[in-house]
Each structure stands twice: as C-alpha cells, then as structure tokens.
C-alpha cells in the first residue's frame, strides 16, 4: 500500500485529486467508482476547478458510485445522487448517461443489484474506485458483520452510521435505515483503490484497516489484500497508524 501523508484536510483533498486526474489523464475512458461524504467533497472541488481551467476533461470518463440511500429520490438534498451532481458531475463535462448512481427508489432491488454488478463486470471493472472510511470501519456501506459481502446489496445501516449521518438530516429520524451498497467483490476488483480519510475521528479506522487483523468487523481492512491501493490521508487521521509504529 502506498501511503501519502498530508498536513491537513485541503492537502488530503489534492492529492487525492490529483490521483484522480492522473487516471483520467492517463485513460480519457477511465470507469471511475466514485464515493459522497463530507472526505471526498474537497476533492471533487479541486477536480471542477482544474476542469474549469482547462487542464481536465470528463468528456469519455464513466462513473459508478459506491452507494445510495434506500427511499430517497434522485433530487432529494441528502441523496447520493444529488450529492454527485451537486459536488462534481454539474460542474464538468461528464455525459450525463454515462454516470451511475444506484437508483434508492428501485421496486425490484434485488434485479437492481445483479444488475449494477453486471454493468461493472462487463465494463472490465472500475479502473479506479475512490473511498472513504466510516469511523466503525466501514467502506462504501458494507458494514460491520460476520462476514463480507460480494455482490452490490441492500443493507441495514448500523446505528454508529445512523448518529453518524445525522448531521445531515432535521433529525436522526429522518436518515434512511437502509441503503444500496457495491459489494466487496467490485470494490477488489477495481484496478486501483485511491482510500482517503481526514481527522482524529478516523484514526481508529484506517490503524485498523491498514495493520489490523483482516476481518469483516473492520471491512476497509479487506483492502490489504488489494494490490493496488493508495491511502491518501492528513495527519490526524494517520496519528494512530502511525503511534503504532507503522512507517508512513
Ligand atoms: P465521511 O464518510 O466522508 O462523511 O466521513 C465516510 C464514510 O462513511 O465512508
């Protein structure tokens, strides 16, 4: 595993961004799988600007996204779908068709999932799959349980991630019980894994993700045995990785 380490959540953000443009740079029709949350927002952010400058294109990149909300609607505020649009897809000349969100107001989730797995495999794979970490571990919504999940599925949200995500409802009542989530068969199966993380909240997480026992109670730690993966990451968020004597 490759380790950037950062001074703070802006240097994250750019070199984070600047792993991203360097696919896009290197493979025009690069399938990026792409991650929402508060970790990857500054990212996209340097990705509009560069594009607004003239030094990126998203004219042939496809997109998949890790995830979405069970029950909320592609233009409601806190969707992952609008989440996209409104960070990244809005501001670039990405081809609309050629984004894919999972659709949270599916009637037939099951077919939807084989479905998103389909589109993925026979796209030969994502060639870069951006992620974030969620404080018990978690990557995309594959959370922690006794064992890890191939398949994209819909999964109950663990109450650390309902109190987590609160903060962008009126209230806990109102975050989604259940979302739609890529499997860890597409997330190993990306050619490159870029795993980003900000702050003293997500220590615990990635010491445990990166030198911790690999088991589905920490399912980011699956990812050491990934080939291919970058953490970029700040300090805060490195501080107990490397407390522990790992060099970074
Ligand atoms: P965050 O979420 O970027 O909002 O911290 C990351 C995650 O839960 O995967």
Same mark, same amino acid.
């Given at each position: 595993m490759k380790i950037f380490r950062e001074k703070d959540y802006d240097a994250m953000s750019r070199r984070a961004a600047t792993v991203i443009a360097g696919e896009i740079v290197h493979n025009p029709s690069c399938l990026l799988g792409l991650a929402t949350g508060s970790t990857p927002e500054g990212t996209y952010k340097y990705l509009v600007d560069w594009y607004k400058q003239g030094l990126l294109s998203f004219q042939s990149v496809r997109s998949v996204n890790l995830d979405e909300y069970v029950g909320l609607a592609p233009d409601h505020d806190q969707s992952y779908r609008y989440f996209m649009q409104s960070n990244l897809f809005d501001h670039v000349d990405i081809v609309p068709e050629n984004t894919r969100v999972p659709d949270g107001l599916t009637k037939d989730a099951l077919a939807f999932c084989a479905g998103y797995d389909a589109y993925i495999r026979a796209q030969g794979?994502?060639?870069?799959?951006?992620?974030?970490?969620?404080?018990?571990?978690?990557?995309?919504?594959?959370?922690?349980?006794?064992?890890?999940? +191939?398949?994209?599925?819909?999964?109950?949200?663990? /109450?650390?991630?309902? $109190? %987590?995500?609160? =903060?962008?409802?009126?209230?806990?009542?109102?975050?989604?019980?259940?979302?739609?989530?890529?499997?860890?068969?597409?997330?190993?199966?990306? +050619?490159?894994?870029?795993?980003?993380?900000?702050? /003293?909240?997500?220590? $615990? %997480?990635?010491? =445990?993700?990166?030198?911790?026992?690999?088991?589905?109670?920490?399912?980011?730690?699956?990812?050491?045995?990934?080939?291919?993966?970058?953490?970029?990451?700040?300090?805060?968020?490195l501080s107990k990785l490397i407390a522990s004597g790992v060099k970074v």
């Amino acid at each position: 595993m490759k380790i950037f380490r950062e001074k703070d959540y802006d240097a994250m953000s750019r070199r984070a961004a600047t792993v991203i443009a360097g696919e896009i740079v290197h493979n025009p029709s690069c399938l990026l799988g792409l991650a929402t949350g508060s970790t990857p927002e500054g990212t996209y952010k340097y990705l509009v600007d560069w594009y607004k400058q003239g030094l990126l294109s998203f004219q042939s990149v496809r997109s998949v996204n890790l995830d979405e909300y069970v029950g909320l609607a592609p233009d409601h505020d806190q969707s992952y779908r609008y989440f996209m649009q409104s960070n990244l897809f809005d501001h670039v000349d990405i081809v609309p068709e050629n984004t894919r969100v999972p659709d949270g107001l599916t009637k037939d989730a099951l077919a939807f999932c084989a479905g998103y797995d389909a589109y993925i495999r026979a796209q030969g794979y994502v060639d870069l799959q951006l992620l974030g970490i969620g404080r018990n571990g978690h990557i995309g919504f594959n959370e922690p349980d006794d064992h890890f999940v +191939k398949e994209t599925h819909v999964v109950d949200l663990a /109450e650390s991630t309902i $109190d %987590a995500n609160a =903060r962008f409802f009126a209230s806990r009542d109102d975050v989604p019980k259940q979302a739609i989530s890529m499997g860890m068969g597409a997330i190993m199966g990306a +050619k490159k894994v870029l795993l980003c993380a900000s702050g /003293e909240d997500k220590a $615990d %997480a990635i010491c =445990r993700a990166v030198s911790g026992a690999i088991t589905p109670q920490c399912p980011g730690s699956i990812l050491q045995l990934h080939p291919n993966v970058v953490l970029v990451a700040d300090e805060a968020a490195l501080s107990k990785l490397i407390a522990s004597g790992v060099k970074v």
